[in-house]
Structure formats: C-alpha cells, structure tokens
C-alpha cells in the first residue's frame, strides 16, 4: 500500500488569501486525485492530477479557484485561491494504480479554516 | 449520475454485538465497491475491496458482500470492540471520466464499552 503524507495538517487562514497543499507518495503511482470533505458532508471529488497535463475537474470546480499541479508520478499541490469561510474543509488526497481494479488510498488530510 | 445512501446514519451499541451496515447505490454499473473507516480528524483507511465479480470479502472480522444488480452493499462486522468506533464510508466506482469514487455520507458508529 502507498503511503501518503500532506502538508500542512490543518491552518487558519484569513478570507481573500490563498494557501497551497502538498501531497507526497512513498512510490510512484498512476492516478492521483484531490477531495473536499466539508462539515458534516462526505467527500466529494474535486479534480483528477495528471502528470504532465492539465487536471481534470468534476462539475462545480474550476481551475481558477483550485489550481492543481503534478510535476511527477510521486508529488502533486492543491491550491485553494481567493478563499472565503465556503472553502472551510478537510482536503484530502488520494492516489491509486489502475482506478477501478485495485484499491485507492487517502492520505490524512489538510484542515482548513477560512475566517 | 452515482448517488449513495447509507444506513443508519448513526449506530450506538455495547461492545459484542454484531452489526450490519447498509450501502445502496443508484447506478448499478460498477466496477468495484471500497468500505473504508474514517476517525475523527484523520484521512481515510480502506477496509475491503470488493470487484464487480465478487460477492463478498472478508478481513478478520469484517464481511462486506455485494449485490451488484440490487445496488446494495453490506458491511458486517462481528463481536465488535470500542476500537471500531469510527465513520464508516462506502464508495462504488463507476468508471467515467475522472476515475474517482462516489461516496456516501457514512455511518457514525459508537462501540460502547
């Protein structure tokens, strides 16, 4: 299994500013992706990193607001710009080989608080 | 578009008893199904996987069956401890563009001691 860590762990920040996750693999892997979890809600996927391209966004997240970038197969960043009390959440990250036949692991997760 | 709902929302039961948690999902199209727990303030860990193919899968104590063509998933877990107390989450995928899971609200699950 991979083993996943992100940074920060959690931060405070203050409405109109901007703040960058990490997300860093043990190992190579194929896909990687990037979740919400807001308060009381299950996650819901914000975009698939691809490595060397573009992300991919699902419905209701755009570029703009949550730029994404996957320089190699082991390390992808998450920014949430212009933030504002909405952007509140546990992101997380998750990776996986062949999505759709072998498991998909998470890491701990970034808490974050918009003031 | 994949929609799931799982039931109870919330379980609170002595330790010992075996319980049953429910998943049901819209789209019956799946590829596999991952039960995973989720405690307080940390990421997720994944429990089971089970593939399209499959009818169950079991780990330890835990059983997860799947009925594809119902949409339904069951989790079970047996003679269970405080240490299960947790948010248990069940995610089918579908395949589609993007590749990632659907999830469900999950069950809040206190295991009284």
């Known amino acids: 299994s991979a083993v996943i860590s992100q940074k920060p762990s959690r931060d405070i920040c203050q409405r109109g500013t901007s703040l960058t996750i990490q997300c860093q693999v043990d190992s190579q892997v194929t896909m990687m992706f990037w979740y919400r979890q807001q308060p009381g809600q299950s996650l819901t996927l914000i975009a698939t990193?691809?490595?060397?391209?573009?992300?991919?966004?699902e419905s209701g997240f755009v570029i703009d607001k949550f730029p994404i970038s996957r320089p190699n197969l082991t390390f992808s960043t998450l920014t949430v710009s212009n933030m504002s009390p909405e952007d509140s959440s546990i992101y997380l990250c998750s990776v996986g080989d062949r999505v759709g036949r072998e498991t998909q692991y998470f890491g701990p997760g970034t808490r974050l608080l918009v003031l | 578009k994949q929609e799931v709902t799982q039931i109870p929302a919330a379980l609170s039961v002595p330790e010992g008893e075996n319980l049953v948690l429910n998943c049901s999902f819209t789209d019956s199209a799946i590829y596999n199904l991952q039960w995973f727990r989720q405690d307080p303030g940390k990421g997720l860990t994944s429990l089971l996987l089970i593939q399209s193919s499959q009818r169950e899968q079991t780990s330890g104590r835990l059983n997860a069956s799947l009925d594809k063509s119902s949409g339904r998933s069951t989790l079970y877990i047996a003679a269970s401890q405080p240490g299960d107390s947790a948010t248990y989450l069940c995610?089918?995928?579908?395949?589609?563009?993007?590749?990632?899971?659907?999830f469900g609200k999950g069950t809040h699950l206190i295991i009284q001691p």
């Open positions: 990193a691809n490595q060397g391209s573009e992300a991919t966004y």
């Open positions: 995610a089918p995928y579908s395949g589609g563009g993007a590749d990632g899971l659907t």
